[in-house]
């Protein structure tokens, strides 16, 4: 045999040697992508998703809307609602008169004429204040650029080419804006707790109903206070949503999600209209001062909390059914 044909013979078996190392690799490969299979329901069978890739995709998201200069420039604004308030209340009843009384026919929130004589009132002022039209606003925001934001950035179909899933991917997001009415919330509360610290007395308060109950007490009903007013955005941030999965157009989005939140808000002022304004999704915003009472009314309460889970069922299922069906390569 001749120097070139062993030559030729050689290279033959090391090729066949890394063809078949590439095959067993192949093969890992492929078993290690089906141990990491999750079982979903959204047509998404068969794609390899990790069993932490649900929370990463969670937290990522969370990351990128936080991050945001809107996002914080909302939050700031909504921390800043609770400071106006104070000082204003502060300054009115500097004389000693009862906020919302001087002049002769002031009026404010249920809970103004308590602040001076306890700060804790400033927190369920502050939400009573902020939940008609400024909380909302900011989920709105949050929620109508939720899709439609990735979608006119370009980055939406790059989204879904990781091994997301659609509807992975749209309850990562309504997920991401849910944390975000709690955590815009909170910031309204903790800002009105803080400044009613510093400008009004702290102690045992009154409730609606004329008991007294103990700071640590009252403390206990603002925090219920605040996931009450959480829930009452869940139908908002549905909507949103729903509404962001229209459009490529995240401020074409948003600016329709404010707008039905202001025309809402208009329907449920107009007397004639009280046939349809309990099915109104802001219609019983306000029953979270029911917990103020001693003991709790919880009847209003309940109907907010079945009407905002009505709102979220069919605003997220019409989310859902538009989303999976949208053509996001063009």
């Not at 044909?5 to 078996?13: G, I, L, N, S």
């Not at 949050?142 to 790059?158: I, K, Q």
């Not at 992975?168 to 919330?185: G, P």
């Not at 509360?189 to 009252?218: C, H, K, N, Q």
Request: glycine share 10%.
């Amino acid at each position: 045999m001749s120097r070139a044909e062993k030559a030729v013979r050689t290279k033959d078996v090391e090729t066949k040697d890394v063809e078949t190392k590439d095959i067993e690799t192949k093969d890992v490969q492929a078993k290690h992508v089906q141990a990491n299979i999750a079982p979903v329901a959204d047509g998404d069978l068969g794609r390899p998703v990790s069993r932490l890739w649900a929370l990463g995709l969670f937290r990522s998201e969370l990351t990128v809307t936080l991050r945001r200069w809107r996002t914080l420039a909302l939050l700031g604004v909504l921390a800043a609602m609770p400071v106006l308030v104070g000082i204003a209340v502060r300054i009115e009843t500097g004389d000693g008169s009862t906020a919302g009384q001087r002049g002769g026919g002031g009026e404010g929130p249920a809970f103004m004429a308590q602040i001076t004589n306890n700060g804790l009132f400033l927190v369920f002022t502050a939400l009573a204040a902020t939940l008609p039209f400024f909380l909302p606003m900011a989920v709105g925001v949050v929620a109508g650029d939720a899709v439609a934001g990735e979608a006119n950035a370009g980055t939406l179909r790059y989204l879904l080419v990781a091994p997301a899933g659609r509807t992975r991917l749209l309850l990562a997001k309504y997920a991401t804006t849910v944390t975000f009415c709690l955590l815009a919330t909170l910031v309204v509360a903790v800002s009105a707790l803080a400044v009613g610290a510093l400008l009004f007395p702290l102690g045992d308060l009154t409730t609606i109903s004329g008991t007294r109950i103990s700071f640590v007490e009252g403390l206990g009903r603002a925090l219920l206070i605040a996931l009450a007013v959480t829930a009452s955005l869940l139908g908002v941030a549905a909507l949103g949503l729903f509404v962001s999965t229209l459009t490529n157009s995240g401020i074409g989005a948003m600016a329709t999600t404010v707008g039905l939140l202001i025309t809402v808000q208009i329907l449920d002022q107009i007397p004639q209209l009280h046939a349809i304004q309990p099915y109104l999704f802001s219609h019983y915003w306000l029953s979270f001062a029911d917990l103020m009472r001693e003991p709790a009314y919880w009847a209003e309460l309940q109907k907010n909390l079945g009407l905002q889970a009505v709102y979220v069922a069919v605003f997220g299922s019409a989310a859902w059914a538009r989303f999976t069906a949208k053509d996001v390569t063009a």
